[in-house]
């Protein structure tokens, strides 16, 4: 910068602060939307670029991604025919440009308004993050550090590029090339200084500096875009090889009866990929490459074996419907779903290396990112539909829920069978080892406890008076539930009403038609599985091997 500051004489250096405006004579005059348009545009590039890069590395949607899904899921029907008519298969991505377009239009207004009013930045900043959190399906590390690299993003744009922006007429100081400041000094002496300011430096400086935050941003965006192309080159092959079972065979998933499921505001049978429950200690889901990735089957075994996607998809493969769980699932809540898993029995591969069953007590795992857990062997070989999946709800697994493989045990809690992004399954004795859970204080068997959940109504709910429907789900996976019962207040457990039985592996649904008497009141429910065992009423924290306890809700009946 050539800025020059020429002391008018009384200040000896005192100098604390100089009121620097660079901003010159022509781009003075109220008119110029330029160079606001050109941050704007920046803004919109650099912090889309920078938001999606940490969005492709922690494999989560990006901000734009986030506001694209909720538009895409919120549009009137006649403009989606209209875009779909118009764009056809392009229509994503025309909606993407367009939201980069309000975007730049949104932060050109606001680099202008900022040349005066510099709160206005980071307003719109935190406007944007809002919106951005706002949009995205489940708010986790990922996302956060993806809304905040959109963030810094934009503020880095801002901050280099807003010296350069027009001021408004007012500030215009004497002469056509010179613009007179005030400083402060100590002491109180008053100067005068002159700025020399050049047109032609400026616009020379404004150019550089945004044509180096464009390449950053070129930059940027192209390793996103690399890295998504990378993922979805997996997740292509993956869908491409995505392994048929003709239905009606005994290999396909049972199928769902209507009956299975009751209505009336419960829970869907099968739960959508997107609102299943995720939990694992990876801070960033790992994203595994199809041609990297190999499954070791190894330990007591007789031939120890290392499989290739390819090869581990030559094996049989099955469809089931099973119901996983957390331990950690408080009673009454939401860290349980139901869906169904393709993949490969584990009692087959196990077959195939020859199990040593007197030493390899244990089915140990590891996962790619060194998460641990095991289970007894003999559960792997009593018959049960433990498998190698690849597949849930009829796609490759999600990055989330473990691509490109995991492991499924049906009555057994996550924390102990479910490994996601299996790497190594390796048959050892039970005293041998524990994994990850198990010296926090978890227990080292995990059997999924007998529970039920009220969905409707809500706690806390205000209900009208007559028909009152509440309905929910139990489980008890591998035993299958037999009955579900209910009680309001301190009357008796009613039985409700069974949705089909779909496996013993998944919940079942249940519902209840209640009538309702006005004043508040207390509604609780419990389940019996089909060994006859009654969810205890005792209430136990989920550690160290799942809650137990009746789900109770309050509702408020109005007269
Ligand atoms: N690699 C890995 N796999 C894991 C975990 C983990 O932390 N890391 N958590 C387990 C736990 S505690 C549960 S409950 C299930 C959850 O699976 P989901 O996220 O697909 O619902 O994954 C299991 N598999
Ligand atoms: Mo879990």
């Not at 009956?259 to 505001?265: C, E, F, Q, T, Y």
């Not at 090869?311 to 419907?321: A, G, N, S």
């Not at 209900?463 to 037999?482: L, T």
């Amino acid at each position: 910068m050539t800025t020059t500051v020429e002391s008018g004489g009384a200040a000896t250096g005192d100098v604390a602060e100089v009121a620097h405006d660079p901003a010159g004579p022509e781009h003075r005059r109220g008119r110029d939307w330029a160079r606001p348009f050109g941050v704007g545009a920046l803004v919109a590039g650099a912090s889309t670029a920078a938001g999606s890069l940490v969005a492709a590395i922690a494999s989560v949607d990006s901000p734009v991604a986030s506001v694209a899904g909720v538009v895409i899921d919120n549009v009137p029907n006649p403009i989606r025919r209209w875009a779909i008519r118009t764009f056809g298969t392009h229509d994503k991505f025309v909606l993407g440009i367009g939201i980069l377009v309000v975007v730049a239009v949104v932060a050109t207004v606001v680099a202008r308004a900022a040349a005066t009013r510099r709160w206005v930045v980071l307003t719109a900043i935190v406007g944007f993050a809002a919106v951005g959190l706002g949009a995205a399906e489940r708010i986790g590390p990922g996302v956060l550090l993806s809304a905040f690299a959109s963030v810094v993003a934009a503020w880095v744009v801002f901050a280099v590029l807003l010296p350069h922006l027009p001021r408004p007429a007012s500030s215009v100081g004497p002469g056509p090339d010179t613009v007179t400041f005030s400083i402060d000094v100590a002491p109180a002496a008053v100067p005068m200084v002159v700025h020399r300011w050049d047109a032609a430096v400026d616009r020379r400086e404004f150019t550089l500096k945004a044509g180096a935050l464009w390449a950053g941003t070129a930059i940027v965006g192209s390793v996103a875009a690399a890295i998504n192309r990378a993922e979805s080159a997996s997740v292509t092959r993956a869908r491409a090889q995505f392994p048929e079972i003709p239905p009606g065979s005994p290999d396909a998933a049972p199928t769902v009866p209507g009956a299975a499921s009751v209505g009336n505001g419960a829970v869907p049978y099968i739960t959508p990929t997107k609102d299943f429950y995720r939990i694992d200690t990876a801070f960033l889901a790992p994203r595994v490459s199809l041609d990297d990735w190999r499954l070791e089957i190894t330990g007591a075994v007789d031939r120890p074996l290392t499989l290739t996607y390819d090869e581990l998809l030559d094996r049989h493969i099955v469809e089931r419907i099973v119901t996983l769980a957390c331990v950690s699932n408080t009673v009454g809540g939401e860290l349980v779903g139901n869906a169904t898993f393709l993949g490969v029995p584990l009692a087959e591969l196990l077959d195939e290396v020859g199990v040593d069953t007197a030493v390899g007590t244990q089915v140990a795992m590891t996962s790619v990112d060194g998460w641990t857990c095991g289970f007894p062997t003999e559960l792997a070989l009593d018959g049960r539909d433990a498998m190698v999946a690849i597949g849930m709800n009829g796609e490759p697994l999600t990055v989330e829920h473990g691509f490109p493989a995991r492991m499924v045990v049906p009555g057994l809690y996550g924390y102990v069978s479910a490994t996601k992004w299996l790497q190594r399954i390796e048959l050892v004795g039970w005293e041998e080892f524990d994994g990850y859970w198990v010296p926090l204080g978890w227990s080292k068997e995990g059997p999924i406890k007998t529970q039920s959940r009220i969905d409707v109504p809500r706690s806390g709910a205000d209900v009208p008076a007559g028909p009152v429907v509440i309905a929910g789900v139990a489980w008890a996976q591998h035993r299958g539930i037999a009955k579900v019962e209910v009680r309001v207040d301190d009357g008796v457990w009613v039985d409700a009403d069974l949705g089909d039985e779909v496996t013993v592996d998944a919940w079942r649904q249940w519902i209840h038609r209640w009538d309702a008497e006005p004043g508040e009141h207390r509604i609780s429910v419990r389940a019996t599985d089909h060994d006859g065992e009654t969810q205890t009423a005792e209430r136990s924290a989920p550690a160290p091997d799942g809650a137990t306890g009746h789900h109770t809700i309050v509702v408020r009946v109005a007269p």
